[in-house]
């Protein structure tokens, strides 16, 4: 049987600039390439900028990649590579896959499109006028131009079809391909770390709520707070809230780190904590499970569905009950280890070929459309 020939565009994915939606594209393309020949009846080539090579040599090394001339900057340049450069060198292809949430102007070709998730929605105060207004206008137009929209997660997809009035027989979730953890490097740590601290592993946007851990830090005596990711805006004011309550020395912010610290982060810690205001997704949640680490995430968006019944769910606004939470880590070691049963478990849900299994399912229902 021939297989479909399916152009990802990811022109849009700059590398270290994107977040989690750069692991989202690149781990799902391995998925797929790792997945048993009988079951992977698709071809795949990635379309990026030049800098994806040296970001993801693996991945180039798997799919046939082709690259824009473009670099990325300005994006108005990028955007409208979209509409030139890739439009024309996808003649052919069944399938053209925008993972980064929107589909080119002209774009001839077949499209689905990956919508992680509709922030710009439901928490406008986050995002200035201009982005609302482009926003607003480019969701709807992609999300009806796709043949199939995919979504991270059913909290996504229900709100793609509430929203933008998607028909629900023209989605379809395929959640993040999160891989299995590597062989422990307790010498990967970062040096001087405190014994017993939680682990919040975000960049500093507005969503992702970091104020709330914070304040409960002072009634955790003697325990830290470490969070990493890009630094970003917020850090000088998390800082000074921190500096205000007296906990400045036991809050701690790394920036980013390599792979290896990461993983290491997660074992060493006492669990994570995750009071993310909004989240597609929540990958943090499930890397945390398979390393080991008691979460405690919020109540909110996706997260339940993501942490099931194997981490404590908490309201993301409510100090105290995160400081009561976070206690009874720290005081109740069999808490602790029914948490990290649980979580090993559950992560099982998002195996890389759970993942690619949904994709190669969702390009089917397209080309079947």
Not at 96 to 109: E, K, N, Y
Not at 166 to 190: C, D, I, K, Y
Request: net charge neutral.
């Amino acid at each position: 049987m021939t297989s479909a020939r399916i152009a990802l565009n990811l022109l849009w994915l700059r590398p270290g600039a994107v977040g989690g939606t750069e692991s989202y594209a690149t781990r799902l393309a391995a998925a797929v390439a790792d997945l048993p020949a009988a079951e992977r009846d698709v071809d795949l080539t990635l379309f990026a900028l030049p800098a994806f090579a040296p970001a993801h040599p693996d991945l180039v090394r798997r799919w046939p990649t082709r690259v824009s001339p473009t670099g990325g900057r300005p994006k108005a340049l990028r955007v409208a590579s979209e509409s030139t450069w890739l439009a024309a060198r996808t003649a052919g292809f069944d399938l053209v896959h925008h993972l980064g949430g929107t589909i080119p102007a002209l774009a001839p070709r077949p499209n689905v499109v990956t919508i992680h998730d509709l922030q710009y929605l439901d928490l406008p105060q986050f995002f200035s006028a201009g982005k609302r207004a482009y926003l607003g206008r480019v969701m709807p137009r992609s999300a009806h131009r796709a043949r199939v929209v995919m979504t991270v997660s059913e909290f996504t997809r229900r709100s793609v079809i509430d929203h933008l009035g998607v028909s629900p027989a023209r989605t379809a979730v395929v959640p993040h391909a999160v891989l299995p953890p590597p062989q422990p490097t307790p010498e990967a740590l970062p040096p001087g770390l405190p014994e017993t601290f939680f682990l919040l592993p975000a960049i500093a946007y507005p969503h992702k709520n970091h104020a709330v851990v914070i304040d409960a830090l002072p009634h955790l005596a003697g325990a830290h707070l470490i969070c990493t990711g890009l630094p970003w805006t917020e850090d000088a004011a998390l800082r000074a809230r921190a500096d205000a309550l007296g906990v400045g020395a036991r809050f701690h912010q790394l920036g980013r780190v390599s792979d290896a610290a990461l993983d290491a982060l997660y074992r060493a810690a006492v669990g994570l904590v995750f009071p993310s205001r909004y989240e597609g997704f929540g990958a943090p949640v499930v890397e945390a499970m398979q390393r080991d680490c008691a979460v405690i995430a919020s109540d909110t968006t996706a997260l339940p569905e993501v942490v099931g019944d194997a981490g404590i769910l908490l309201p993301p606004d409510d100090s105290h009950a995160w400081a009561d939470a976070m206690s009874g880590l720290l005081d109740d070691e069999a808490l602790r280890g029914r948490l990290v049963a649980a979580g090993r478990q559950r992560a099982q849900a998002f195996r890389p070929e759970v993942a690619a299994r949904a994709l190669v399912a969702a390009y089917h229902l397209a080309l079947q459309s």
